[in-house]
C-alpha cells in the first residue's frame, strides 16, 4: 500500500472520528453540569439515542416552505463536516493539511450561518426572523475577534494554515507567551458565543425571548432537526479542538503511524474532557446575559485578542 493511500486512509479515519464523537462531547458537558448542580444525569450516549430517534421520525414542513428550508439542513451539515475535515484533530502531517487554512475554516462557518438564517426567515414566523437578526449580529462581532486570536498565533508561524502553525508551536516547545493568554482567553469566550453556551445562549431553553440558535430550527423536525442538532454538536468540538490543539499540541501526531495515532487519539480526548469539564464548571458559576449585554461581551472578547496581537508585536518582533 503506497504512503500516499495511507495518507489518505488516516485523513478519512481522522475525520470520522471528529463526527462520530461530537455527539458524545455535549454530552459529557451535559452530565459535568449534572454533576455539579446535583441532578441526575442522563447517559452518556444520550445524544446518539436522540438522533437516532429523530431520524426515524417523519418530516413536518410548512406549506409556505421554498427549497432553501429544505436544502439548508444538508447544506449546514455538509459545510461543518467539510470544516472538520480541515482542523487537524489527532494528526496534522495528513493530505487535508494543504487546506487546514484558517480562511477557508470562517468561510465555512460563513456559508453554514448564511443558509441557517435564510432558512429561518423562509417560513416567516416571529421566532425565526427573531433568532436570524440575534445570530447575524453575535456572528458579526465573533467572528473578527476568532480571527484576531488565530491571526496572533498565526504570526507566530508567519502562517494561517492551521497544520503549519500546530507544528511550529510544537517544535518550539514549551514558551510563555502573554500573546498567547490573551489569544486563548479572547478564543473561548467566542467559542461560548459561536456555540450557543452560557452565557451567550442556553442550549437547555425553549424560551421565546431568550432564543437564539434554538428560535432558527424552531420549524424544523425528523430528519432535518437531526442533521442541524448533529452540525451543532460537531461546531462545539471543533472549538474545543482548536483550542486545544493550537495552544496546547502536546501528544498530536507527527508522523504516520498507528502508535503515533493511538497517541494522538488519547492525547485529545483527554483534553476535550478537561475543556468540557472546564464548560461546564463556567456554566453552573454564570448567569445567561441579558441580550444586549452580548455585545460587550464579545468586545471584550476581542479587545482580548487585540492586546494579545499587540503583546506579540511590542514583545516578540518589536
Not at 481522522?14 to 454533576?35: E, G, M, V
Not at 445562549?201 to 448533529?230: C, F, K, Q
Request: charged share 10%; glycine share 6%; aromatic share 12%.
Amino acid at each position: 500500500m503506497s504512503d500516499n493511500l495511507i495518507s489518505w486512509l488516516f485523513a478519512g479515519f481522522q475525520a470520522l472520528l471528529f463526527i462520530t464523537i461530537a455527539p458524545l462531547l455535549s454530552s459529557w458537558i451535559k452530565r459535568n453540569r449534572c454533576f455539579l448542580q446535583n441532578r441526575t444525569a442522563p447517559v452518556l450516549w444520550q445524544p446518539y439515542q436522540n438522533l437516532r430517534k429523530l431520524f426515524k421520525k417523519e418530516v413536518v414542513i410548512a406549506n409556505n416552505a421554498s427549497w432553501i428550508f429544505r436544502v439548508t439542513p444538508y447544506i449546514v451539515f455538509g459545510t461543518t463536516v467539510l470544516a472538520a475535515c480541515v482542523v487537524p484533530l489527532i494528526a496534522i502531517d495528513l493530505p487535508s493539511a494543504a487546506i487546514a487554512d484558517v480562511i477557508v475554516l470562517v468561510s465555512f462557518f460563513a456559508l453554514s450561518r448564511f443558509f441557517l438564517t435564510l432558512a429561518a426567515l423562509d417560513i416567516g414566523t416571529a421566532f425565526g426572523g427573531m433568532g436570524a437578526s440575534r445570530e447575524m449580529m453575535l456572528s458579526s462581532l465573533a467572528e473578527p475577534a476568532m480571527l484576531m486570536a488565530i491571526f496572533t498565533l498565526a504570526m507566530t508561524a508567519s502562517t494561517t494554515n492551521l497544520s503549519s502553525t500546530i507544528a511550529t508551536i510544537l517544535s518550539q516547545g514549551f514558551i510563555l507567551r502573554p500573546s498567547f493568554i490573551f489569544a486563548i482567553l479572547g478564543l473561548m469566550m467566542v467559542a461560548v458565543a459561536e456555540s450557543g453556551r452560557i452565557p451567550i445562549d442556553n442550549p437547555a431553553t425553549h424560551l421565546e425571548l431568550t432564543m437564539v440558535h434554538e428560535a432558527m430550527i424552531l420549524e424544523y423536525s425528523g430528519r432535518y432537526l437531526a442533521l442541524m442538532d448533529w452540525a451543532h454538536q460537531i461546531k462545539l468540538m471543533l472549538y474545543g479542538v482548536l483550542i486545544a490543539n493550537l495552544f496546547f499540541p502536546w501528544g498530536i501526531a507527527t508522523e504516520q503511524s498507528l502508535s503515533a495515532l493511538l497517541i494522538g487519539i488519547f492525547a485529545i480526548i483527554t483534553k476535550l474532557a478537561l475543556l468540557g469539564m472546564l464548560l461546564a464548571f463556567s456554566e453552573t458559576l454564570l448567569a445567561k446575559l441579558r441580550l444586549f449585554r452580548a455585545p460587550s461581551y464579545l468586545s471584550f472578547a476581542f479587545l482580548l485578542c487585540l492586546l494579545g496581537m499587540l503583546s506579540h508585536v511590542i514583545l516578540e518582533v518589536g
